[in-house]
């Protein structure tokens, strides 16, 4: 165990090539020799109340408050909003359905005491920044009555952004010039990636600070616990490794408290689909989160029993252990966990499209959907995985009681695109087990007068680019379809 641990933590902080050529984590620690390893080593608790301290004079005076990003960007803060029953005051926007972002202003009272926090590790994550320009109209269209100030002036009070320090320049040249920014981690450095980023960033830290009402005392009581059972779940992580080391098809079945699972179910998926997906082409790979319950046909069961510790210790921690063991579990596989190589495939052809060709995608009902995946299904496929390019809830629970219903002895899965794009496609891009269901939505409405007729276009023309560069690119094992929501099936 010792020698193990005392490599992961020998690669943390130095260059590639400071680390010497018999430590493993040299080869699957470093994303093309860029450092990804600074989450192996908690921050001191100063670094953390210094940038909590830092982050305090953007939000004071702040009722409600506005999280943008994609990816690890945003499923942290999701993760920690589970903490709480009731949230009226701290909202999401993580997807390219205009109905989403039309939702959210809907909730809220009022816009002049509003901020958004905008993230993004390169600063140019294109979903992001085009919800940031979406959200900038609504605020252009409010009457801030200060006629001695240009509107940009009134602007940059309600956006903070946070990305990565060498990263704050690019902002400027897209557009966002004098506005807030912030460095992602405490210490000010760029070696953590984003699904590596909870719980010792901002992107953890600040929610909770604001779900704290922004009392420091209570994030330090919180944090020093959870630093001091470090030792503890590095060991638990270590010792399922080497239970399941030897397995041939991850399978993982990742079994959580049920108050964390809707919310944390994402940020698991991401770490494990993204990390060690595709890395290995005879690898099958899959993540299924539980509430204890293993699903048959399933292994790898992983649970974290620990007791007298409250919800957001306990969430740090898991945290923490997952991403220990996610690093464990690809030392002993050689698998470089960090990097995802294979992403960049959909937005290299998605950069090859225009608009005009998507052309007309066939329209078809549940019903339909059903038999077209009959047709298509072999019999390697031991999962059917759906992504949908808008949010419905309602029908996603429509749609898998009845795949479920019609393909019992297939593990079905269905998320929501282009959050999909983020946390599964570098896994799904080598798959042979699965068949991808793409799912876009035949019509958008746009009816809201805070929402510019261009930026509503661009979000959904940009969303159904996405979807058939994912299409083209996973062709061979993938099926694509237009569904109209509200037609019966």
């Given at each position: 165990?010792?020698?193990?641990?005392?490599?992961?933590?020998?690669?943390?902080?130095?260059?590639?090539?400071?680390?010497?050529?018999?430590?493993?984590?040299?080869?699957?620690?470093?994303?093309?020799?860029?450092?990804?390893?600074?989450?192996?080593?908690?921050?001191?608790?100063?670094?953390?109340?210094?940038?909590?301290?830092?982050?305090?004079?953007y939000m004071e005076n702040k009722k409600e408050f506005i999280f943008v990003g994609i990816g690890g960007s945003i499923n942290g803060?999701?993760?920690?909003?589970?903490?709480?029953?009731?949230?009226?005051?701290?909202?999401?926007?993580?997807?390219l359905d205009p109905t989403v972002l039309i939702n959210?202003?809907?909730?809220?009272?009022n816009l002049k005491d509003t901020i958004v926090v905008a993230i993004s590790k390169s600063a140019t994550t294109l979903e992001t920044q085009i919800i940031a320009r979406s959200l900038k109209y609504a605020f252009c269209q409010l009457d801030f009555k200060k006629?001695?100030?240009?509107?940009?002036?009134?602007?940059?009070?309600?956006?903070?952004?946070?990305?990565?320090?060498?990263?704050?320049?690019?902002?400027?040249?897209?557009?966002?010039?004098?506005?807030?920014?912030?460095?992602?981690?405490?210490?000010?450095?760029?070696d953590i990636g984003g699904r590596f980023s909870s719980p010792h960033t901002l992107i953890f830290l600040l929610p909770l600070f604001l779900i704290m009402k922004m009392d420091i005392s209570k994030i330090k009581n919180y944090y020093l616990r959870y630093t001091s059972l470090i030792d503890r779940i590095v060991n638990k992580a270590y010792r399922d490794v080497?239970?399941?080391?030897?397995?041939?098809?991850?399978?993982f079945s990742i079994c959580v408290d049920r108050v964390f699972k809707d919310d944390f179910r994402i940020w698991i998926t991401q770490l494990f689909q993204e990390s060690m997906g595709s890395k290995e082409h005879v690898f099958p790979l899959k993540t299924f989160v539980t509430d204890r319950k293993v699903r048959k046909g399933f292994f790898i069961p992983i649970?974290?029993?620990?007791?007298?510790?409250?919800?957001?210790?306990?969430?740090?921690?898991?945290?923490?252990?997952?991403?220990?063991?996610?690093?464990?579990y690809s030392y002993f596989k050689r698998i470089n966990f960090v990097n995802q190589p294979y992403v960049e495939k959909y937005k290299e052809r998605m950069r090859q499209l225009h608009s005009e060709d998507v052309g007309n995608?066939?329209?078809?009902?549940?019903?339909?959907?059903?038999?077209?995946?009959?047709?298509?299904?072999?019999?390697?496929h031991i999962f059917i995985e759906v992504i949908v390019y808008f949010c419905d809830s309602k029908f996603n629970r429509k749609l898998e009681n009845s795949l479920k219903s019609n393909f019992p002895k297939r593990g079905i899965l269905i998320?929501?695109?282009?959050?999909?794009?983020?946390?599964?496609?570098?896994?799904?891009?080598?798959?042979?087990?699965?068949?991808?269901?793409?799912?876009?939505?035949?019509?958008?409405?746009?009816?809201?007068?805070?929402?510019?007729?261009?930026?509503?276009?661009?979000?959904?023309?940009?969303?159904?680019?996405?979807?058939?560069?994912?299409?083209?690119?996973?062709?061979?094992?993938?099926?694509?379809?237009?569904?109209?929501?509200?037609?019966k099936s």
């Open positions: 165990m010792e020698d193990v641990k005392k490599l992961l933590w020998e690669a943390v902080g130095k260059q590639k090539t400071e680390v010497p050529l018999s430590n493993r984590f040299r080869d699957i620690g470093f994303d093309d020799g860029k450092l990804r390893l600074g989450w192996v080593k908690p921050p001191i608790w100063e670094s953390v109340e210094n940038s909590l301290n830092n982050v305090r004079k803060i999701k993760a920690v909003l589970s903490l709480i029953k009731k949230n009226n005051n701290i909202h999401c926007i993580d997807n959210v202003l809907s909730k809220i009272k006629k001695t100030l240009d509107m940009d002036d009134c602007l940059k009070k309600h956006f903070l952004w946070l990305v990565d320090k060498d990263s704050f320049s690019k902002l400027d040249d897209l557009g966002w010039q004098g506005y807030y920014r912030l460095p992602i981690q405490v210490d000010g450095r760029n080497l239970s399941y080391r030897d397995c041939r098809r991850a399978y649970y974290l029993d620990m007791e007298n510790i409250s919800k957001v210790e306990k969430l740090m921690a898991y945290m923490y252990y997952l991403e220990n063991l996610v690093a464990f995608i066939r329209e078809i009902n549940i019903q339909e959907l059903v038999r077209e995946i009959k047709q298509k299904l072999q019999p390697h998320f929501t695109g282009s959050d999909w794009n983020h946390h599964s496609y570098q896994s799904a891009y080598c798959s042979q087990d699965t068949l991808y269901v793409i799912l876009l939505k035949k019509n958008y409405c746009l009816c809201d007068s805070l929402i510019s007729k261009d930026l509503f276009d661009e979000q959904v023309n940009t969303q159904k680019l996405i979807s058939y560069a994912t299409y083209l690119t996973l062709k061979d094992k993938a099926i694509l379809f237009s569904i109209d929501t509200e037609r």
